[in-house]
């Protein structure tokens, strides 16, 4: 599906919360987290809901700052990490799949 925003690389300028926001310019974006900003120069990663004909996919993304090469950051989109079908309504559907992505990802 080419609209959908799975491995991608995007310049974007600005702040740390640049790259989210780029995120979330995209209309069929519904939802996006940050999940890990230990990082003081910016480079974070999260996760994201897009939802395309009637079906949910949960993709991660990451941020790279590209001091002092230029200002901004490149955002990246990742692998799908899973699709359900339908759309998610309820906040506790996304915090349930943060709770999952989070397991996975970090134990």
Excluded: H
Aim: charged share 20%.
């Amino acid at each position: 599906m080419k609209n959908l925003l799975i491995n991608r690389e995007f310049e974007v300028a600005g702040n740390w919360y640049a790259p989210q926001e780029k995120i979330n310019e995209f209309k069929s974006v519904k939802v996006s987290e940050l999940l890990n900003t230990s990082s003081s120069a910016g480079d974070w990663n999260g996760l994201f809901a897009q939802v395309l004909n009637g079906k949910t996919y949960i993709i991660p993304f990451s941020q790279q700052n590209n001091w002092p090469r230029s200002n901004g950051y490149t955002l990246f989109t990742g692998e799908l990490y899973c699709k359900i079908n339908g759309v998610i309504t309820e906040l506790t559907e996304w915090e349930d799949i943060l709770v999952d992505y989070c397991e996975m990802i970090y134990n």
